[in-house]
């Protein structure tokens, strides 16, 4: 394997060189979406991931599609993040629902719409910021019809109320 360094100015001007990407795709990185952009160069690819108003470029030897480099982006042994990043990635129906036959814990998924169209899947969190987790079917079930309950305000950019999905891990 060779390893090189560019500098900013050495990669701008690669991908003034290269003109439109070859592909493109629509995500949300972490809590702010972002766009990833790639340009193929022989057998690699030279990406571009732009999400709050910062720019990240990387070399990639892509063999599967942009989604699932993002879905890879995270700890590959946390079942969880890698559903939420799934969500995120693909779209909330890329994720199984729960059906309450399997043995759990469940986890409670809320996916926010903003206008774009754009979509933001979170896990439910405690009051200490960790996945809530629910020990039967049952109590995830009981936890999203009580937010989904609750009066809702629409926050900025948000084009309708959230929306919830549960999953066992």
Sequence with gaps: ?????LTHEQVMALVSRLGEPDDSYQSAAGPTY??????????????AVSAGG?????????????????EDAGDPD?????LVRRANTRGIQSVDEATGDEPGPYY???TRHYYGPMDETRV????AGL??????????VRLASARYAEGYSLAPGECARSHYRIVAV
């Design 78 to 82: 946390d079942t969880l993040d890698r």
């Design 108 to 110: 409670v998924l809320e």
């Design 131 to 140: 996945p809530l987790e629910c020990a039967s079917y049952e109590d995830a």
């Design 34 to 47: 972002g766009l990833v952009r790639a340009w193929r160069l022989g057998r690699s690819w030279l990406l």
């Design 54 to 70: 910062r720019t990240d470029y990387a070399i990639a030897d892509r063999s599967r599609d942009l989604a699932d480099i993002l």
């Design 124 to 127: 439910i969190v405690d009051d």
């Design 1 to 5: 394997m060779i390893s090189i360094t």
